[in-house]
């Protein structure tokens, strides 16, 4: 019995190991050993198998139809008088015997056959398995183990050491996590790689973000107040729209909590994003205002049919409005769906100037401090040094200072 042990020793390691449910590993034993009936007799009509996943043992009955002597016709469905009483002495011509077979009766060959199918179709199910348990999770917050990091992508083991794989284009800009560590990510898609599941995460996607919320808040997971939109640039700031279905609910302070308690730890999630959190309307100009929080704006001109608005506000808001890199204004578009031209507004009697922040889509953020810590924080302030007096107090290359100069130029030429 040594072939039987190996063969049911495979099905023991598999089924301690993989999440295959008990009757499903019973129909994969039984179909396997109908496999080696079919080929040794032809049929497996007239076996009984009898699989014992629990003790990891089995049983395989053969039953045969007892005729005269001399009759037997098929030797797989009859079994002639004489060799029956041999079994058991008071059978008659007519009664059915039920004899067991043993594996080794198939021959080694057709149980190393066995084997490798048996192995095989267990990974199969196990594949299955997990692509249909990650379909059903796509959208859910997974937490895992950092096993291995490669410069395009981390891999990460679940709880059941199943494999996740994290791309690079979906990690936050500052993460940096090493073998061993805990990592919480949502998971975006499930992808089948010559038939082989491929679960990916992310950690830059908006679900991640709506998810921490809905995580933290419970009036978003009561479904009292519902995610409208979001918008973020991962790592840096997010926008986020909410609306209360319950006039009593304060959708804003609800999410932000006593003292941002309930946005902290979202924020140290993701590595110090700065999130807004915005009331929703269905009123354009309003929700356009709300998105370019902190700044305030004085007036809104609104192009529907290009989905375009010019927004202008007084010249200390601008730069607000802008944001650090153009951040707030890009966010601000993405949740509104309008294309945002943001404009000064410059009295008549008022000296036209514009604060150096406002070039940070143009010039070096590095190359804005220099020259702010120089004392010049506006463009005006740059122009009236000559290049060499710019040159000797910040230290910048003239090729730097020339190129400054001519951005600065062309905005007040315009």
């Known amino acids: 019995m040594a072939a039987n042990i190996d063969l049911v020793e495979s099905f023991q390691e598999f089924k301690q190991f993989k999440n295959i449910d008990r009757p499903t590993m019973m129909r994969v034993l039984e179909d396997v050993f109908k496999t080696l009936l079919r080929k040794k007799y032809g049929t497996d009509e007239n076996f009984d198998i009898i699989v014992n996943t629990e003790k990891g043992d089995l049983e395989i009955w053969r039953k045969r139809m007892i005729v005269p002597d001399g009759e037997v016709v098929d030797s797989n469905l009859e079994i002639p008088y004489s060799q029956a009483i041999k079994i058991e002495d008071d059978f008659e011509v007519g009664e059915e015997v039920y004899e067991e077979i043993t594996l ?194 004085s007036t809104i001109d609104i192009d529907d049919d290009n989905k375009r608005v010019s927004a202008y506000l007084k010249p200390e808001e601008v730069s607000k409005a802008i944001g650090k890199g153009g951040v707030n204004i890009r966010l601000a578009s993405k949740l509104t769906k309008y294309e945002i031209d943001v404009f000064r507004e410059i009295e008549e009697d008022e000296e036209y100037d514009i604060e150096l922040d406002e070039f940070s889509d143009e010039i070096d953020q590095w190359v804005i401090e220099v020259l702010k810590g120089i004392g010049c924080d506006t463009a005006k302030s740059v122009l009236e040094l000559n290049r060499d007096e710019l040159a000797r107090r910040s230290d910048l290359e003239e090729e730097t200072i020339e190129d400054v100069i001519k951005v600065i130029r062309s905005e007040f030429d315009e």
């Open 104 to 297: 080794i009766d198939f021959g080694r060959r057709a149980i190393l056959a066995a084997r490798q199918t048996l192995i095989s179709r267990i990974l199969e199910l196990e594949k299955d398995e997990l692509y249909r348990k990650y379909s059903e999770r796509v959208g859910d917050i997974v937490t895992g183990e950092v096993y291995q990091v490669w410069k395009r992508e981390m891999l990460v083991l679940d709880d059941e050491g199943n494999e996740l794989i994290l791309p690079k284009s979906e990690q936050i800009r500052n993460d940096y996590y090493k073998k061993g560590d805990s990592i919480r990510a949502i998971v975006k898609k499930v992808e089948l790689r010559n038939n082989t599941p491929r679960i990916i995460l992310s950690r830059t996607d908006n679900s991640f973000l709506a998810k921490l919320l809905e995580l933290e808040v419970p009036e978003i997971f009561e479904g009292m107040i519902s995610i409208r939109r979001i918008a973020r640039e991962p790592g840096e700031r997010a926008k986020v729209a909410v609306e209360s279905f319950d006039d009593r609910i304060d959708p804003v302070g609800a999410c932000v909590g006593m003292k941002g308690s309930r946005v902290h730890g979202i924020v140290r999630e993701l590595r110090n994003e700065n999130i807004d959190i915005i009331n929703f309307t269905n009123n354009a100009k309003l929700f356009i205002q709300r998105a370019l929080t902190p700044a305030k704006i």
